[in-house]
């Protein structure tokens, strides 16, 4: 097929249909960021969205991995097969944005758009039962529990891919700073792995005063933390990527009071398992030498969580044309670089080739802030999108 040609006749009538429904689509996003639903408590947006497929003409199976939602349409003698995913829960953020759609749900917060994620892959979905034209089996993946990392490897452990198989993946993510509607696909590590430590140390406590008598475990804290910065700096490749975060610290409760010990918090980023390996070798190593060297001790707790989404070079390469070959030239960003946030789709993209892609969400707040708001404006390029992808690799 020339995806360059028949893309410049289907994005009109794409587009006018969706954009028919975008109230509705709207009304939608708008009702799913009122009450948003912290992960493995998405009870409500599981329902609603199952009861949208099923009124699309789905087979609709729930309680995928928890409350996953898996929608199927077959059409036609083809035996291609793809899976386009959305992420379905929220954050635990006070949200501070003031809109009269404002979280109803106390302390929490839809500050990653998943509200949005979810709206895009709903209005796609009716697009492609009533109008979309192929030959093969759509199968669309509403996850949970992405927040926490856990909502596509337990959709995995419940046989995903066995019961709806799939020869590719695809998912996206709105990408706040970059220019509302415009898509950014990157070949190989897109996003970065993430891993977290709890560390304690423990020193004597005592006077302020007479810190002669104490060993301070805030000060081999601050050495610590400062020495830190040297892994990244002289062991890992400088060609490689690497983020070691301190986010939180938490010691004592007087000012002329040395406490006992003190409670770190860090997470560890890179885009290869080697560097992923090499930050789990010497975060620990680092704190029990920096610990010692003031007469403490550290105790590490390092808790590895998902992988870096590396994306699959032709699955990619295939996204990028059926963009291009959709959009005007300006809409596909030329150079769209990696990203050092984290993301589960990690573990669907190594059971199955695929693509992670971006679409900006214009000038709004970041990602996982209180002022954040989904750019709605945006469902209808990112819905023709993935209702031009199915077509494309289904035809």
Known sequence: MNIQTDGARHRDDAERIILASIDEFVAIRRDLHQYPELSFHEGRTSRLVAKYLLSYGYEVTEGVGGYGVVATLRRGPGGKRIGIRADIDALPIEEATNLVYSSRNPGVMHACGHDGHTTILLAAAR?????????????????????????????????LFERFPVDAVFGLHNWPGVTAGQFGFVEGPAMASVDQALIRIIGRGGHGAAPHETVDPVLASASFITALQSIV?????????????????????????????????????????????????????????????????????????????????????????????????????????PRTASEDFAYMLHARPGSYLFVGNG???????????????????????????AETFLS
């Open 127 to 159: 697009y492609l039962a009533e109008h979309g034209k192929f030959s093969g089996t759509l199968t669309l993946i509403f996850q949970p529990a992405e927040e926490v990392g856990a909502g596509a490897r337990k959709m995995i452990e419940d046989r």
């Open 233 to 337: 700096a002289r062991n890992v490749d400088p060609l490689e990527m690497a983020v070691l975060t301190v986010g939180s610290i938490h010691g004592g409760s007087a000012s002329n009071i040395i406490p006992e010990s003190v409670e770190l918090k860090l997470t560890a980023r890179a885009y290869s398992e080697v560097v992923r390996d090499k930050l789990e070798e010497r975060v620990p190593v680092l704190a029990r030498a920096q610990a010692e060297s003031f007469g403490a001790q550290a105790e590490v707790k390092y808790r590895r969580g998902f992988p870096a989404v590396v994306n699959h070079p032709e699955e990619t390469r295939f996204a990028r044309r059926v963009a291009e070959g959709s959009f005007p030239a300006e809409q596909v960003a030329k150079d769209f670089r």
């Open 363 to 389: 000038d709004s707040a970041a990602l996982h802030s209180p002022q954040y708001d989904f750019n709605d404006e945006i469902i209808v390029p990112a819905a023709r999108f993935w209702a031009r992808l």
